[in-house]
Every structure is written in C-alpha cells, then in structure tokens.
C-alpha cells in the first residue's frame, strides 16, 4: 500500500498582474534581441552568456536544447545561429541559481508543490542526488552508489518487468537514449513511453502507413526552393523561430506562404530578421501572402474543399494539376480518393472549416498552379481526435500534386523536443518492430521481451489500475505535461518508487511515489568528462542529420553524472555481470555509437562520420521516392472529415504554449507577440463570443470541460478578447492540461487531444 503526500497536483489559482497590449504583427526584430539579454543576464550574467550563445548551434559547438529546426549544412551566422527562445532555453539551463541539498532541508515537497511552474522552474540546477523516503516530508541527500543500489534492489524486487516503466523526454542525445532502451530490454520490457506520444506520435503513424516512414521528407533546401509552403496548425514564430528564416528565404526565391491557423500569429506574418540591420530599419518581410483563419480541426474538411476545385481544374485540363505519372507510378489508391472527392459537398467543407469561400478559392488557386510544394505541421495538427487522418489527407493532397520526393517538395512535421526524433531511431518506442529487437539480440547476447509496452496514456491508466510499481523519468516533467492532471498525479502516487534524472526542478519531483529519487545529470551546455577523456554526443534534428553536440561549461557542481553515465551505473547496479559491459558504455561514447551502428541501419561508420562538421543525413525512402509500405507504394487514403459537433453554447478550447515558456518550464509570465503579460491564466475568447455568453473582457470564469458525461474543472482564468475563430477559445499549457480527458485521445496514435476540449464558462463571483 502506498500513503499519499498531501501534495497539490494542480498549480496554484493566484492571478499575477495582466497587462493587455494589442498582438504583434512582426516577429523576431529588435524586442527579441532585448528579450534575449534580459533572461541572459538575469540568469548567468551578460558576458559568460554572449559566450555561450556564440557556441550555441556552431559547427564544433553544442546543439541548442531548444526545438529540433535544423542548422544549415553550409555556413553559418557569425553572430551565432540561435534565436530568442533558443537563448532563453540556455538561460534556463545555464542558470548560476543552485538547488542544494540545504535547499531541500529547508522546504518540504508539500511547501514545493504550492508554488507556481514558474517559482519552482527558477530555483535553479540540483547539484546532488536526493532521496525522498517513504513518508518523510523532506528529500535528504544520498550517495550515488546508494541511490543506484536502491534502484537495482526495487527492480529486482518487482514480480515482473512489466511492473516498471521508463519515461524519456525528447532531450535525451542518441548515446543516453541507446543506453536507456537496452537497459530496459535487458530487464524484460517495452515500457518505454515517451513526449512523442503526446506530440507528433500522429505524424508517425499517418505518415509511416501512407508513405513508409515516419518521418519527414524535406531538407532546408527544399524549403529554400519551394514554390508554395503551407504552414498548418503551427507557431514558428515562437515555437521554431529560426524557421522563420528559411520562410523568408523562400520568399525571396519567389514562394508563396499560406499560413493555417484559428488566431493569426506573429511569426506567421512579417518576420524582422534580427542579424540583419537593414531588415530591421526596412521593418521585415511580410511572410503569408494567405491566412486562412479555419476553425479548430476545420482543416480536413479545408483540405477536401481545395481538392475538389484542384479535381474541377484538372478535369477541365487533364494532365495540367495532377503529376499523373507519379501517381501512376508510385501511388495506390487514386481511384478511391477521388471517387471520395466527387461525392464530397463543397459548401459542407467550406462551412465545416469555418473559412470564407472566395478566400478557399484563393488559395486552391495557387495548389493548382504550383508544382513544389512543402506543407508544415505541428501540433494544430496532431493533438485531434483526428490527429493520424490530419497526417493523412495533408499526403492526399501532395501526392496529387507528386509533391514528395522532389526538391522543392515534401512534408515537414516539425519536431518539439531537439531530439525526439533521434530518440524514436535509438529504439525509444513501446511498440518497438521484431527486426530491431532482433538486432538487439543478436548483438548483446540478451533476450528482448516482444510484447508491445505502454505509451504516455496508458503508462497513466496502468498506475491508475496499480500495475505499476516503479516508474523512471528519463528528464521531462511528466506530472504537468500529460491530461488530466488531477487524475494522472494521483496515479503516480500509487507507484512504489518514482526516480527521475534531471536538470532541474519540476512539479514531478513534488508529485511522486512512495520514495522518490533525484538523480541530477548533465545539460547539453555542460562539459562531459569520462574515463576516456572528454565526451560529446549526438542528436538528430527534424530533417535526419545526425550531427554532435559537445557541452562547455563547467557543470554547475561535481557531483552531477552524464545521463549515459546514469544509465551505464544503473545498468551495472541491476545486472552485475551481464552479456552487457555497461561500464565501457560510460567510459567511451564512442563505445555506444559502435553499438549503435551495429544495430541500427543508416549509422555506418557512425564515429567517422559524426566527427564531420556538419554531420549526415539518415536514409529517408519517401526523399528518393522508396515508398517502404507493404505495397511499395505511396497510398492514397479515404479521410471522412470529422465533424464533431460541441453542445449548444459550449465552446472549443485549444491549449497552446506562450512566447516565455518551453513546454512545462515557464521562463517569464509574458506572451509578448499575443500582447498578453504578466498572466498565464487566461482564456482567449472571440469578441463576439464573450458578449453572446454575456460576459465582458476581463471577467473571471472557471473553464469546465465535458466529456462523455464527465466535468472537468479549472478555476479562475480572466477573459481577453482575441482574433481567433468564432467558437473557438485558447489556454495555455499546462494550466489547463486537468481539463483535457484522459480517455480523449487521437485514434491510431493514442495523442492527448490537447487542441479540441469541449469546454463551457461559469462566472467566477
Ligand atoms: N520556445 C518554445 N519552443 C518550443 C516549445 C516551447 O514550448 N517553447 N515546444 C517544443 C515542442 S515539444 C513542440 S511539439 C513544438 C510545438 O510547436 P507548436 O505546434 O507550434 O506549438 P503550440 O503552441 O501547441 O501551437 C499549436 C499551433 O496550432 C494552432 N492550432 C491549434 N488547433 C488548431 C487546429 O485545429 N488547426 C490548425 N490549423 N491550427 C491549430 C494554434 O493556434 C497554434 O498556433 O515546439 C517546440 N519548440
Ligand atoms: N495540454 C497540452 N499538453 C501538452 C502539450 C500541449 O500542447 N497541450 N504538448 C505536449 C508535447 S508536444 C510535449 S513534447 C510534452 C512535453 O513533455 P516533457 O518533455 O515531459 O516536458 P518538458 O516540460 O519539456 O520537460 C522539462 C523538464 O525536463 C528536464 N530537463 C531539461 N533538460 C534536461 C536534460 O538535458 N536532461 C534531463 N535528464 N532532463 C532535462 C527538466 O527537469 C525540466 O523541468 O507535453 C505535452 N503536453
Ligand atoms: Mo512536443
């Protein structure tokens, strides 16, 4: 039995200090610069940060543990290749605050868990392990060897492997990842969920079952060179900064860019190159020529509609729109979709996406007359219900055009975590494919278990139902990230012993098991020595480079471990002598990566060519046009557009992330390009819509949430009027996570539908 701390799941209800100033057209520019070097100098001071920011993304630098945009392969900016939120993510992790153990002394996990994201995110980097032990109020320090003994003794302890789960988040480099699956296969089990499952786990499935990988098929180059780039359910302008510069860069060569989106953002719109003085002084580039404001996960039915005017024209001029011979050559399915598509009511779709016909129009004009074309995605696309069909009919709609394959053309899924990706190709999946497990095998000498583990979601549902008993988080901030928080906090709580390694603190290091432990490691900026000498790893972006990251500052204290390190000791700990040589893992990376290439395909001569400056490009069969699906073909898919129809009065909630704050890390209260500072709780409302439900701007309401004949609740968030699609409203992530269900999910990928909460407004008095 485990007794529950009296910790506080949810953060806490307060409101900060609003202020409202009306949403940015321009991104990027001089307040971004200003921006920069205040969180700099606030957290390291302005010149250890100036140097750090000049290494950042160089070629013989560290990579940015901000998004997963990739660098350019040729030269870069003299005056570092990063951004606002980039430099932001180093502040945050090169901070010169420090959680000590006197820290810890000082405040109980029950003081910890009133505060807010914000206050807990800033405390700073932990510098020693801690030990949290059954019913102590206080984490006390602990010695490595013991810490990595106790973990050992509870695996060991547990009646199956299945009993533990393994969490990572998408910051984890190749070498920790490698390390981290093979330690859990040689234990016996595939529980290894991870952020993609709550992230662009529908661009996996969607684009693997269309087109034979899940992953992207464009380069940078492509971008550069495209004729229409169509950016869907994503804020670059925040999220993926330095994409704005290859938006202009296609702009300058003459593309068009249509931006998808229920509110207009900045990023979207004009961008102010901040390396370059002139572009300042002019006032930038105006980046969409088109923005379709669509209603939330209006866009299949947008999609269908543009398809039916591209079959009206290619009807009138057979040959003219559609890449006929691609299709003939390479797809399945063509007959099917476009026999949907005759059948398919264009004033339905038009009216079901929320966006004015002539603007449709408009827009079907340019699919029709481009023959490159690249369309952009993130999470306006993946957290739907619908999120794998999103994936799937953004395909339809390129392989028409024989838009994949082709310079100039393809999908780009753009990636959160910097090396999420990297960690699905080192074998971090719960649903992992025979032959790599094959692999595994054969090469270590081990016996991989072929029962499929758990993902995010049903990792919850399992605690819930008291499966699990030890639950490891390889970083992330597991409490606050995932739905239904109030539920999923009290879940973790039913586990034995909850280990996280981590950076810094966070809300799950409050809300744990019975015992926890801290096992505090490495950031990427941070110096890595082993016995061999001194380390680096390697990350792979959203477009397949694989390139090397090596840390350069002195880690914020000696005790801290390398994540590959933690998982070698671990490995030691549990298995003693084992087929496996752990140690020899922590003392030369160079010793995983040669696992790593005799393991997994593409990594030929991995420690040759990941010494390359700009690093390689992993094989990618959609890119050349080898479609890997069991037919050998690209197919074509018959997607009904969803129309899932809220209640009378209820409205539809996205929850999405503010200008100052990376996922769960909350690094300032402001939304800048939102115009919105100061306050996180608050709920983006169309200005018809507030006064139809009889509130006025600024009222405070409690957002409840209705699901199957279940409420949710969230208290206290203050009304702003914005431009966003009727019907529709905004929140920010993760306060209002504990209103998105648990059970509501993506079919086929099993993704929190983070962006449709049915919600309704009470007035708060
Ligand atoms: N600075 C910073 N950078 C980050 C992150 C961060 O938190 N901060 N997070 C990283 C991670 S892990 C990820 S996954 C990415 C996330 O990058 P994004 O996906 O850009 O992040 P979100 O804030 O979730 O924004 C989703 C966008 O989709 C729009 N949207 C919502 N619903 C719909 C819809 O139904 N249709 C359409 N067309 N649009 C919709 C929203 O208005 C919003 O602009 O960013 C990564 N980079
Ligand atoms: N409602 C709602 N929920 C969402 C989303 C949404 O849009 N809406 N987005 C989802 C998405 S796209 C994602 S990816 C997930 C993110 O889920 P997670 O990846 O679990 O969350 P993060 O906030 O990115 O994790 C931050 C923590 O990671 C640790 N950390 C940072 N750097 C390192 C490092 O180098 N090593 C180690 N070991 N630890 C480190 C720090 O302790 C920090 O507090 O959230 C998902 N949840
Ligand atoms: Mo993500």
New binding site residues.
């Given amino acids: 039995m485990t007794t529950k701390r009296k910790v506080q799941i949810l953060p806490p209800e307060n409101f900060e200090n609003l202020k409202l100033s009306k949403a940015k057209k321009k991104a990027v520019g001089v307040p971004a610069i200003v921006s920069t070097m205040r969180h700099i100098s606030k957290e390291m001071g302005v010149w250890k940060g100036i140097k750090l920011l000049n290494k950042m993304n160089q070629k013989d630098g560290f990579d940015c543990p ?3 945009w990739p660098d350019p392969d040729g030269k870069r900016s003299g005056l570092g290749e990063y951004c606002e ?2 430099a ?2 180093i502040a945050e992790e090169a901070t010169s605050k420090r959680v000590t153990p006197d820290f810890f002394k000082k405040h109980s996990v029950e003081e910890m868990s009133t505060w807010t994201d914000y206050k807990i995110g800033k405390s700073g980097r932990i510098t020693h392990p801690m030990y949290l032990p059954e019913g102590a109020s206080h984490y006390e320090q602990i010695s490595w060897d013991d810490a990595f003994q106790k973990i050992a003794a509870k695996l060991k302890s547990l009646n199956n492997p299945d009993e533990a789960v393994f969490y990572t988040s ?1 910051r984890t480099s190749n070498e920790a990842a490698f390390a981290y699956q093979l330690l859990v296969r040689q234990f016996g089990t595939n529980n290894l969920p991870d ?1 993609s499952n709550m ?2 786990e529908s661009s996996g499935a969607g684009l693997s079952q269309t087109v034979g990988i899940g992953k992207g098929s464009v380069t940078l180059d492509d971008l550069y060179e495209s004729e229409l780039i169509v950016v ?5 302008g ?4 330095r994409m704005l510069t290859a938006l202009e860069k296609c702009k300058k060569n003459g593309g068009k860019i249509v931006s ?4 207009p ?1 900045a990023g979207n719109n004009v961008f102010v190159d901040p390396q370059n003085p002139l572009a300042i002084i002019k006032g930038g580039t105006q980046l969409t020529d088109h923005y379709l404001q ?6 299949v039915a947008l999609l269908k509609a543009i398809m039916i005017l591209m079959l009206e024209a290619e009807e009138k001029a057979p040959g003219t729109v559609f890449d006929l011979d691609f299709i003939a050559e390479f797809t399945n399915g063509y007959d099917e979709l476009i026999a949907d598509v005759r059948k398919t009511d264009f004033n339905e779709m038009v009216a079901q996406s929320g966006i004015a016909e002539s603007q449709i129009r408009e827009v079907a004009k340019l699919f029709i007359a481009k023959q490159k074309i690249i369309i952009c ?8 219900e619908n999120g794998v069909n999103n994936i799937k009919e953004v395909v339809n709609i390129l392989l028409l055009k024989g838009s994949i394959g082709k310079p100039g053309a393809g999908t780009c899924p ?4 910097s090396n ?1 990706q990297g960690d699905r190709t080192m074998g971090i999946w719960e649903k992992p494919k025979d032959d790599f497990l094959d692999n595994l095998d054969k090469h270590f000498g081990i016996q991989s278990p072929r029962k499929h583990g758990v993902d995010a979601v049903e990792s919850i549902q399992a605690c819930l139902d008291k499966k699990v008993k030890f639950f490891m988080f390889m970083g992330g901030n597991f409490i606050s990230a995932t739905p239904d928080s109030q539920l999923t906090g009290e879940a973790i709580q039913n586990c034995e012993m909850t280990v996280q390694i981590s950076t810094k603190l966070n809300r799950s290091h409050l809300v744990t098991g019975n015992e926890a432990i801290i096992l505090p490691c490495l950031a990427r900026s941070d110096r890595d020595d082993q016995a061999s000498g001194l380390q680096f790893v390697s990350v792979e972006n959203s477009m397949g480079v694989v390139h090397k990251s090596q840390g350069r500052l002195d880690p914020p204290s000696n005790d801290l471990m390398s994540e590959p390190a933690i998982v070698a000791k671990i490995g030691a700990a549990t298995f003693g002598d084992s087929p496996v040589n752990w140690s020899e893992m922590e003392e030369n990376y160079d010793v995983i990566r040669n696992h790593i290439e005799a393991t997994i395909s593409g990594f030929e001569n991995y420690n040759k060519r990941v010494r390359i400056p700009q690093g390689f490009y992993l094989p990618n069969g959609a890119r050349d046009r080898k479609f890997t699906t069991p037919d050998g073909k690209a197919n074509f898919s018959v997607i009904e557009a969803p129309n899932r129809k809220v209640k009378e009065g209820n409205l539809i909630m ?4 503010t ?1 100052d ?3 769960t ?1 909350i ?1 300032g209260m402001d939304d800048r390009y939102r115009g919105i500072e100061g306050e996180r709780r608050v709920v983006l409302m169309n200005k018809q819509d507030i006064k139809s439900q009889g509130f006025k701007e600024l009222d405070v309401v409690h957002l409840v949430s209705e699901f199957n004949g279940e409420e949710r609740k969230a208290n206290y968030f203050k009304i702003v009027a914005y431009d ?1 699609a009727k019907g ?1 409203v ?1 929140t920010y ?1 993760p306060e209002a996570n504990v209103l998105v269900p648990l059970k509501s999910v993506a079919k086929g990928s099993n993704t929190p539908v ?3 909460v049915e919600i309704r407004l009470e007035k708060a008095n």
């Avoid at 869907?232 to 670059?236: A, I, L, R, V």
């Avoid at 998808?260 to 509110?263: D, H, L, Q, R, S």
């Avoid at 669509?294 to 866009?299: L, R, S």
């Fill in positions: 901000g998004c997963a939120n980039g932001k993510a998408g952020c992230c662009h869907m359910g994503q804020n670059p925040t999220n993926h900064p998808v989106n229920p509110i953002e669509v209603k939330i996960n209006g866009d995605w993130a999470m306006g696309l993946t957290q739907h753009v990636r959160g975590h999420v996205m929850t999405i992330r200008h704050q990376y996922n890390t690094y966003i529709c905004a992530f983070s962006k449709f």
